[in-house]
């Protein structure tokens, strides 16, 4: 996991290489902005790590296997459910669908962590967006792009999870 951090790190710093043995091979030169580097959160690194490596991304209807989903359901049973899953799900396209959730509380949990997931991303977008500007190649704004998709496929499953809740009227429930 280290060399994907450095890599995301080395890409920032224009050209320069990463000597995967011994850590970095040249310093940045001053043009590449170390201190926005550093404020960046570890997810923002993983995050753009992972979409350089995710040229190929699953098909949409990409789907979750039946002991995945049931997971998932366990998870938001018990309040275990965490925003990193959620993330890694959306990079896949495999974000669970709100009709295959059993119950209301369950839905509600699943919103809850998905919003929680949004609000983690957001400051790695803002990030990204200020490293995109200075940044001469691709790389940051290629993550920027794939962030940007990320976050807007948990801003999507959002608004079905609030449709679902609305049709089984779960809030009247409350």
Same mark, same amino acid.
């Given at each position: 996991m280290l060399n994907l951090v450095a890599l995301a790190a080395a890409s920032a710093c224009r050209g320069h290489m990463l000597d995967h043995m011994s850590g970095w091979s040249h310093m940045c030169q001053p043009s590449c902005s170390t201190t926005m580097l550093a404020q960046m959160s570890r997810r923002a690194v993983l995050l753009g790590a992972a979409s350089a490596f995710s040229a190929v991304s699953e098909p949409a209807s990409a789907k979750l296997s039946p002991d995945e989903l049931k997971g998932v359901r366990e998870r938001a049973?018990?309040? +275990?459910? =965490? +925003? #990193?899953?959620?993330? %890694?799900?959306?990079?896949? @396209?495999?974000? /669970?669908?709100?009709? %295959?959730?059993?119950?209301? #509380?369950?839905? =509600?949990?699943?919103? *809850?962590?998905?919003?929680? @997931? /949004?609000?983690?991303? +957001?400051?790695? *977008? =803002?990030?990204?967006?200020?490293?995109?500007?200075? #940044? /001469?190649?691709?790389?940051? %704004?290629?993550?920027?792009?794939? =962030?940007?998709? /990320?976050?807007?496929?948990?801003?999507?499953?959002?608004? @079905?999870? #609030?449709?679902?809740?609305?049709? %089984?009227?779960?809030?009247?429930?409350?």
């Open positions: 049973k018990d309040s +275990t459910l =965490t +925003t #990193d899953r959620v993330i %890694r799900r959306a990079l896949r @396209a495999e974000l /669970v669908s709100p009709k %295959r959730i059993d119950d209301c #509380d369950s839905l =509600t949990r699943l919103s *809850m962590i998905d919003h929680a @997931a /949004v609000s983690e991303l +957001t400051p790695a *977008m =803002t990030t990204l967006e200020k490293l995109a500007d200075l #940044d /001469v190649k691709t790389s940051f %704004r290629t993550s920027l792009k794939r =962030t940007e998709a /990320v976050v807007s496929s948990i801003r999507d499953q959002i608004t @079905a999870i #609030d449709a679902e809740k609305a049709a %089984r009227n779960c809030d009247a429930i409350l």
